[in-house]
């Protein structure tokens, strides 16, 4: 960015991209802080440092990528980790991040409940920073799941979007601050809604996978891992997981529309992609969610001998880069 003011092109790099940080005034997400983020290429994001510094509406070139459930943004404070009552308080976005000692289904787990999804988007970060550096935006902040006489579980996340480019990209690293094992789960819960996701796009994968539904409903659309229909009223969601071995990476193209999104992942430490799809109206939204585990909680991960452990003072780092592509740039 700087060569555009050497140059005498501009003289406020604002006139190049958005960086800033706002407060919503209203409704259920009152009080909640977004860092505001708009690239020269085209991309446009908030980013939700009192939501686990996830991320909420994502806009590529002026056209909506991501999806919002009815809920919208929330405050933290309505999270309420009891059985049933994440359909009351799930916002979607972006990115939507899952765990750290649980994700999927809500379960008991000896003395301890687990809520859907775990309990890390209802968390807070802190020592929040958002910079330019260079030609990269970079906010960075700490997330900490912990419990008295129990777990201390803390993620420092760096998010980086290239001021030219149209790509972001999340980077944690995992530390377990105990001198005890710990078993986490970890899931990167990417969402994408209306217009990009319709009848016109179509999902593309490694061929090196296994597809496996997780239940009896989900395997009568083994046919429509990779295609999408119109809106069906009350029409039930599906989850397949899809294991790759060699390419660890999906990417949904939308012809009509002209763009493309490519997400990959760092393979060795989140082997699994969730694929889940729902084509009800009203709910439309396909789901692309790389993790450390499947999505049946931790008990029953457990069971399943899918339940990783993190070792006492043991740092993990996983990646996730979502890139936006459009296609007829340069005609």
Not at 94 to 116: M, Q
Not at 168 to 196: A, S, W
Request: glycine share 10%; net charge negative; with cysteine.
């Amino acid at each position: 960015m700087m060569k555009e003011i050497r140059n005498g092109y501009i003289g406020n790099p604002a006139q190049m991209v958005t960086l800033r940080r706002l407060e919503l005034r209203e409704g259920r997400g009152k009080g909640n802080e977004i860092i505001e983020v708009a690239t020269a290429g085209g991309l446009a994001l908030d980013i939700l440092p009192d939501m686990g510094l996830d991320i909420g509406q994502t806009r590529f070139k002026g056209i909506n990528m991501s999806w919002l459930s009815k809920n919208g943004y929330d405050s933290p404070a309505s999270f309420q980790p009891f059985d049933n009552e994440f359909p009351n308080y799930f916002s979607g976005g972006l990115l939507y991040t899952c765990g750290l000692r649980s994700a999927g289904l809500p379960n008991r787990d000896g003395d301890e409940f687990h809520p859907l999804h775990g309990r890390f988007h209802g968390l807070q970060a802190e020592q929040v920073s958002a910079e330019t550096e260079g030609d990269e935006i970079v906010i960075k902040g700490v997330i900490r799941e912990c419990a008295m006489f129990a777990h201390e579980l803390e993620v420092k996340r760096s998010i980086r979007i290239p001021v030219y480019g149209s790509s972001v990209t999340v980077e944690d690293k995992i530390t377990n601050l105990t001198p005890r094992d710990e078993e986490y789960m970890q899931v990167y819960h990417c969402n994408f809604g209306y217009p990009f996701l319709s009848e016109e796009a179509h999902l593309v994968l490694p061929e090196d996978r296994e597809t496996v539904p997780r239940t009896e409903w989900a395997k009568t659309g083994m046919e429509k891992t990779t295609s999408f229909e119109k809106p069906v009223d009350s029409e039930e969601e599906r989850v397949f997981f899809q294991k790759m071995s060699k390419e660890f990476y999906a990417r949904l193209e939308n012809p009509v529309l002209g763009i493309d999104m490519t997400i990959s992942w760092s393979g060795e430490t989140l082997p699994v992609m969730n694929e889940w799809r729902s084509m009800a109206s009203g709910e439309y939204v396909l789901g692309l969610e790389p993790g450390n585990c499947y999505l049946m909680g931790r008990h029953d991960e457990r069971e399943n001998g899918t339940l990783k452990k993190i070792k006492a003072f043991e740092t993990v780092e996983n990646m996730v880069k979502i890139e936006f592509c459009d296609r007829n740039a340069g005609k």
